[in-house]
């Protein structure tokens, strides 16, 4: 039988504008200082010709062709869906056992328009219906609520579009007003680098901290989030080869109808709807092959079609047994 566990799954969330810094990006993987990152949420990586250099090969790499912003994800034992790839907002989400995390990696370029680009953003989280998540970004803007009352060449009040999105979503503020800059120049200091999030997830974002490491005019944010998870006992998910040949028997003659059933498919929902019916008819067969499992039996290879036989063998040789010896 399985059984669970409440375990705490803590990731470490690394997040900076690399100013399209080659040495930047390269040096990315051996930034750790503050830990070792899990995730790391991206604003002008360096490119050449469309792709990403100088990131592992074995990290998990969400970016578009020309994108300015990238989610990547360090750790193998996380999972990734990527629910938006655009080349200033890039939506992912991770899975961490039974928990489900949507990062937001934002960028405004200085030149675009504020309000333009809050609009955008707001479609996209309509689009995925998106109801938690955290968000980190270089804005371009600044605003007491992030950063001191220090001017720059941006207005005093250039925020308010974005201000007016966090309230809309009731979203929480992490940064510390009180931190170092997160941008800096020969010219001045400004805050335009932000940490956003639900308000759920706000009480689990720990550790949130400004470092200066980063071979760029930006600074490092870095910050920590402790998800609630279940550790399943995966003894339940041991199937002896038998089993296995038997489900993936189940599974091609199931896919064997899938052409035609993709084929009628014509509308993105439709899409979801198959996904949706393919993953429950695997989960219900994982189950069907593993639920009915005899107490005292102790071999991986026995399964319920042998227990069955076992069973029939014993009432034939009891019919026999009273035809050879008639009461």
């Known amino acids: 039988m399985s059984s669970t566990t409440n375990v705490t799954v803590v990731l470490g969330v690394f997040q900076a504008n690399l100013g399209r810094s080659k040495l930047a990006t390269k040096e990315l993987p051996n930034l750790t200082s503050n830990g070792i990152p899990d995730v790391y949420l991206i604003q002008e990586h360096y490119s050449y010709k469309g792709e990403v250099k100088g990131l592992r090969l074995s990290w998990k790499v969400l970016v578009a062709d020309g994108g300015k912003v990238l989610v990547a994800i360090r750790n193998n034992n996380i999972n990734v869906i990527a629910r938006h790839i655009g080349k200033e907002i890039g939506v992912a989400d991770l899975l961490c056992g039974t928990s489900t995390l949507t990062v937001i990696s934002f960028y405004i370029p200085p030149s675009q328009s504020k309000t333009q680009a809050i609009s955008h953003l707001e479609e996209v989280i309509e689009s995925l219906n998106i109801t938690s998540f955290v968000l980190g970004g270089d804005i371009n803007m600044r605003s007491l609520l992030w950063g001191p ?119 993105k929902k439709g899409l979801e709807d198959w996904i949706h019916k393919l993953t429950c008819f695997i989960q219900s067969v994982c189950r069907g092959n593993n639920s009915h499992k005899a107490v005292h039996l102790r071999v991986p290879w026995w399964d319920t079609e042998l227990d069955i036989q076992r069973k029939k063998t014993r009432a034939l040789r009891f019919r026999y047994q009273r035809c050879k010896n008639p009461l």
């Open 149 to 267: 009352d220090i001017p720059d060449h941006r207005a005093s009040d250039d925020g308010g579009p974005f201000v007016d999105f966090i309230l809309k979503h009731g979203l929480n503020i992490i940064n510390d007003p009180n931190s170092i800059s997160t941008f800096e120049t020969k010219n001045g200091k400004s805050w335009i680098d932000v940490t956003v999030s639900t308000s759920l997830l706000s009480n689990k974002i720990q550790d949130w901290t400004v470092t200066k490491e980063v071979f760029s005019d930006h600074s490092s944010l870095t910050f920590k989030i402790a998800l609630d998870a279940f550790d399943l006992n995966r003894d339940a998910l041991k199937f002896s080869q038998r089993k296995i040949c038997r489900l993936g028997n189940m599974v091609a003659e199931k896919f064997s109808q899938a052409e035609a059933e993709i084929n009628n498919i014509h509308s």
